[in-house]
């Protein structure tokens, strides 16, 4: 199983991004994917996750996000992605994305990490 982000880079404060991760290879069912964030010198923080059931999908989002990020998700195609708009200094970081799933119906759900990409909110 792999998870790749991308749509990472740099741009002006105020400004959007969309990233986007996709998880490939033997893949039963998904039940949450989401997105974290380090920032130099800070610990991995959780951004956002999207949880679906077989009747309903539901998204959380740390404070600092609320109103500006929108986490969606593909269920067919195993993507998520992060809309992020009203993009401040302080959001730039690595985002990682990652992905509780199951390789098989008799297996227990595991988490699977992306390889991040870089975010940078900069004049």
């Known amino acids: 199983v792999q998870l790749q982000a991308s749509g990472g880079g740099l741009v002006q404060p105020g400004g959007s991004l969309r990233l986007s991760c996709a998880a490939s290879?033997?893949?039963?069912?998904?039940?949450?994917m989401g997105w974290y964030r380090q920032a130099p010198g800070k610990h991995r923080e959780l951004v956002a996750f999207?949880?679906?059931?077989?009747?309903?999908?539901?998204?959380t989002y740390v404070d600092s996000v609320k109103g500006r990020f929108t986490i969606s998700r593909d269920n067919a195609r195993n993507l998520v992605f992060l809309q992020m708009n009203s993009l401040k200094v302080e959001d730039t970081a690595v985002y990682y994305c990652?992905?509780?799933?199951?390789?098989?119906?008799?297996?227990?759900?595991?988490?699977?990490w992306g390889q991040g990409t870089l975010v940078t909110v900069s004049s």
């Open positions: 999207i949880t679906t059931t077989t009747r309903t999908q539901s998204a």
């Open positions: 290879g033997r893949i039963f069912d998904i039940r949450n």
């Open positions: 990652n992905a509780d799933l199951r390789v098989d119906s008799s297996w227990s759900f595991a988490t699977y």
